[in-house]
């Protein structure tokens, strides 16, 4: 789905310790191909490096760094969270909690699912604990099922996005406010958010603001002990 070329796969296996420093210093003196796309002082430090020193991914990083697309790197991993949660591989409820991770992060077109879904696995008031991985495996299999279907639909949702171009994740972040960056091409009813609503409400100073809140399919603000309950309104 996500075309790597051979030094972008190498570079992400490394970095995500899929390859381990001796196979990736191995590649590297084998490599024909860094031979052609690095310049010789590029292609010198890389292969005079000390694989075996604790500071070597980033050694490498600072040689790499314009032959690779860290966006393309985002995107690889983002479509494996989705699709952990698409296909429930035992690992969803982490995923889930990653999307509201991620959405603190910058992508914010991770609203619903990271915001609406997300964050009521991550904090599961429930059960009175903080976080889900205090839960038991019982607990979190209960707190998982009852996210779903909707998990699922907008997880394929935002993934069918990325594969259509839609959402264009950058690999860059926003200095001042260390935050993702993204290109957002999606029509404007898609950008949408199909559980929250802003509704503007008095304080106690009697001064207007604006908060979200949860919908149900009907449009309704839903209970916020009812969270998990049709999440979607159409």
């Not at 697309?69 to 479509?79: A, E, H, R, S, Y």
Request: net charge negative; charged share 35%.
């Amino acid at each position: 789905m996500v075309e790597l070329t051979e030094i972008e796969s190498k570079y992400f296996d490394f970095t995500k310790g899929r390859l381990s420093p001796r196979e990736f210093e191995e590649w590297v003196y084998k490599s024909e191909t860094l031979q052609i796309e690095l310049d010789k002082n590029e292609y010198l430090a890389l292969i005079s490096l000390h694989f075996d020193t604790p500071s070597v991914k980033y050694e490498v990083e600072k040689i790499l760094k314009n032959k690779v697309n860290k966006g393309k790197f985002q995107q690889i991993i983002l479509l494996n969270l989705l699709d952990s949660i698409i296909d429930r591989d035992g690992k969803e409820g982490e995923s889930l909690v990653r999307m509201y991770d991620l959405y603190c992060g910058g992508y914010y077109f991770l609203q619903d699912l990271g915001l609406g879904i997300g964050l009521q696995v991550a904090s599961p008031f429930r059960y009175d604990y903080d976080c889900y991985h205090e839960l038991t495996t019982e607990q979190k299999r209960q707190v998982v099922d009852r996210v779903y279907p909707e998990a699922d639909e907008l997880a394929q949702e935002i993934k069918n996005w990325i594969v259509r171009g839609e959402l264009v994740l950058t690999g860059t972040v926003e200095r001042e406010m260390n935050r993702w960056e993204y290109i957002d091409n999606r029509k404007e009813k898609d950008k949408q958010s199909r559980v929250w609503r802003t509704v503007k409400e008095a304080d106690e100073d009697k001064i207007s603001v604006k908060r979200n809140v949860l919908l149900d399919k009907s449009g309704e603000v839903k209970s916020e002990k009812k969270w998990w309950q049709k999440l979607f309104r159409k």
